[in-house]
């Protein structure tokens, strides 16, 4: 069994474009000013992963990141190109 795909959000890059809580309403959250917050610890249940990659490669200004865990098992961010 794989690790699941955890993702963080940078709140500084975000613009609000709103286009992530669109794609993965289960995962982000929009204040009134449509600025994205993620919902929960970041980690994605295999079921949502399409939508939540969606989210990721469709953001406008890639505030969103995909995490890896290391050989040491800490996490780090993945390249964009992660798979889909």
């Known amino acids: 069994m794989s690790e699941p795909t ?7 890059v ?4 709103g ?7 289960k995962y982000f959250s929009l204040d009134d000013w449509d600025y994205a917050s ?5 980690t994605v249940a ?3 992963h399409d939508d939540v990659m969606r989210a990721l490669f469709d953001c406008p200004v ?3 990141v995909e995490l890896r865990s290391t050989a040491t098992g800490s996490e780090a ?8």
């Open 19 to 25: 286009i992530c809580a669109r794609h993965a309403p």
């Open 77 to 84: 961010d993945a390249p964009r190109s992660a798979s889909l």
């Open 6 to 12: 955890r993702i963080k959000l940078d709140r500084t």
């Open 14 to 17: 975000c613009d609000g474009f």
């Open 46 to 48: 295999e079921e949502d």
């Open 38 to 42: 993620l919902i929960g610890d970041g």
């Open 62 to 64: 890639h505030a969103i």
